[in-house]
């Protein structure tokens, strides 16, 4: 047992303690990260379930794949939209230019 100890030098070990403590820290990580995420997704499912519940209360059946197909056109209508608004500010941007130069030029 006495040979066994001694070929352990204490540097040794403090390498393997850093690596299992490096691991562990590692493993902890992952954990709360997926944890988060399943936290999220949980919330998610919840908020879609009282989503189905409102609508189908309302008087209408509703399917599943309309509703992924109206999100998908709303979410390239807003697409649509923000670059409407994008464009406006920057010929915004141009008059206003355009009038300061005019008021400077007076």
Do not use: C
């Not at 040794?12 to 303690?17: L, Y």
């Not at 649509?80 to 206003?96: G, P, T």
């Amino acid at each position: 047992m006495a040979s066994s100890d001694a070929a352990e030098t204490p540097a040794s070990n403090g390498a393997e303690w850093q690596r299992l403590e490096d691991s562990l820290q590692r493993l902890l990580s992952e954990y709360d990260e997926l944890h988060r995420r399943s936290t999220s997704a949980e919330e998610r499912v919840k908020q879609l379930e009282a989503a189905l519940r409102n609508n189908s209360t309302s008087g209408g059946e509703l399917d599943p794949v309309a509703l992924a197909n109206r999100v998908h056109l709303l979410e390239q209508e807003n697409r649509f939209l923000a670059r409407r608004l994008d464009r406006a500010r920057e010929s915004v941007k141009r008059i206003s230019a355009r009038l300061q130069f005019l008021e400077e030029d007076r």
